[in-house]
Nanobody, 116 residues
Framework: QVQLVESGGGLVQAGGSLRLSCAAS????????MSWFRQAPGKEREFVAV????????NYADSVKGRFTISRDNAKNTVYLQMSSLKPEDTAVYYC?????????WGQGTQVTVSS
């Protein structure tokens, strides 16, 4: 079992930056691939970014490529999402996900609001 707690969301002006954090419980964090997803009002949850277990490989949705950076610190059981050049369309609840084979865990989400 993995428990995930996101933090770092808030209100920011367009063009600004935020860093989200996702802290995981347990001693097996490094075994999980970690991802960020987001869900805007009235829309389905969508993939944002993923990082492999060691942190050596990342992948991003086209909509955030070049603006967002995912990273992890396995010693701290934490995954980050650095968001820059934010746009109003980035407004959403951002969720952290841990995936290992068929096991998948979600955090409760953190709200990011970008004003124009």
């Amino acid at each position: 079992q993995v428990q995930l707690v996101e933090s770092g969301g808030g209100l920011v002006q367009a063009g600004g930056s935020l860093r989200l954090s996702c802290a995981a419980s347990g001693r097996t964090f490094s075994r999980y691939a970690m991802s960020w997803f987001r869900q805007a009002p009235g829309k389905e949850r969508e993939f944002v970014a993923v990082i492999n277990r060691s942190g050596s490989t990342t992948n991003y949705a086209d909509s955030v490529k070049g603006r967002f950076t995912i990273s992890r610190d396995n010693a701290k059981n934490t995954v980050y999402l650095q968001m820059s050049s934010l746009k109003p369309e980035d407004t959403a609840v951002y969720y952290c996900n841990a995936q290992l084979l068929i096991r998948s865990y979600w955090g409760q989400g953190t709200q990011v609001t970008v004003s124009s």
